[in-house]
Each structure stands twice: as structure tokens, then as C-alpha cells.
């Protein structure tokens, strides 16, 4: 078996940082969409900090649905995602790690933050040039939105110690395979 040749893109001269489904019905583990993930909650919170500190956008979503016939395929999969309704404390965040009134929310209706959303928009708008990701779930939302970062033609990074998943092997396959062809 072969390797495939594959370089770092690094970060440009203007990145954002997204943090993906960090809210309450993610990263509850008494949430059926949630699990334990205490230290990934703590790293995301200095890494929010820190872009914060150096007057860098940051960009939160949730995934939210107001509506039944909103993603009812991607619900009929997955049917604990119908707890995610507008206003339940599972669409809410800490308030450690919560968007405060100079930070964008997205609210995205499946896996990723791209998709159906502004967020492409809101980004050149802002002139980035780079996206830097955190959240979860690494093997869902998270490569979903890194994938569409790079199809949005963004210098990608996933910010591996500020991603997490409920199932370790997951996790690690699919860092390895962003790191190998999508991101940083």
C-alpha cells in the first residue's frame, strides 16, 4: 500500500475560528446525543479565549429545528436529533462557552456548518482566509464542516485537541484522514 503525498496548508493571514455543536444536547453525556468530554469542553473554552484575545471572529453553531418537515431524512436516521428545538436547553450553551453579541451563530439544519447556511458568506464577508475547527462530533459535524471549508476554498484546520467524538476509534480514523486530505 502506498501513501499519499499530502502538505500543510497552514493557516492564512486572517482566520476564524468555528466551534461546532458545542451546546448543551452535544456535550451533555445525559443527553442521548451527547457523551463525557469535560477536558474537550475546557480546550475549547482557552481556544475561544484566545481568538477572542486576538480580535479573531468566532463563529458558533447549533443545529436547530423549527419546523418537522425541516432534514426529516437526516431525522428519521438519527431520531434523538428531534430533542433539538428552538429554545430547549439542549440548543443552549455554558456560559463559559457561549457566542456573546460580537460573535456569529449559525444555526444548521445537518452535519455541516456550510451547508444551507451563510456561513461561506459571512466568512468573505469578514475577508478570511482560513477557518480553524473545533467542536464536535469529529467523525459528523465536524468533518462535515471541514470538508466544506476546503471545497470553500479555505486554508483548513482542525484543531485536534479541541474536537472530540463518542466512539475514540472514530475519532482517530477520521483525524487521520482530515489531516491526510482536507486540513491541517
Known amino acids: 500500500m502506498s501513501s499519499l503525498e499530502s502538505n500543510s496548508t497552514g493557516l492564512g493571514s486572517s482566520p476564524a475560528l468555528v466551534v461546532v ?22 480546550a475549547n ?49 455554558l456560559a463559559e462557552l457561549s457566542p456573546d453579541s460580537k460573535d456569529i451563530l449559525i444555526e444548521k439544519k445537518f452535519a455541516s456548518s456550510f451547508f444551507g447556511t451563510n456561513l461561506a458568506d459571512d466568512l468573505r ?6 477557518v480553524v475547527i473545533s467542536g464536535v462530533t469529529t467523525s459528523g459535524c465536524v468533518r462535515a464542516t471541514a470538508l466544506d471549508s476546503l471545497q470553500n476554498n479555505f486554508l483548513t484546520t482542525v484543531a485536534e485537541d479541541c474536537v472530540g467524538d463518542r466512539d475514540l476509534n472514530a475519532h482517530r480514523a ?4 482530515l489531516q491526510s486530505k482536507y486540513a491541517d
Do not use: H, W
Not at 464577508?125 to 482560513?130: A, H, P, Q
Not at 477520521?174 to 484522514?177: G, P, R, T
Open 45 to 93: 473554552i482557552k481556544l475561544v479565549d484566545k481568538f477572542k484575545q486576538m480580535n479573531l471572529p468566532v463563529i458558533f453553531t447549533t443545529t436547530i429545528y423549527r419546523d418537522i418537515s425541516e432534514a426529516s431524512v437526516f431525522r428519521a436516521k438519527i431520531p434523538a436529533l428531534n430533542i433539538l428545538k428552538p429554545g430547549s436547553e439542549e440548543t443552549s450553551f
Open 21 to 42: 455543536d458545542m451546546c448543551r444536547g452535544f456535550i451533555d453525556p445525559s443527553s442521548p446525543l451527547g457523551f463525557q468530554c469535560d477536558e474537550l469542553i475546557q
Open 174 to 177: 477520521n483525524l487521520f484522514d
Open 125 to 130: 464577508r469578514m475577508n478570511v482566509d482560513s
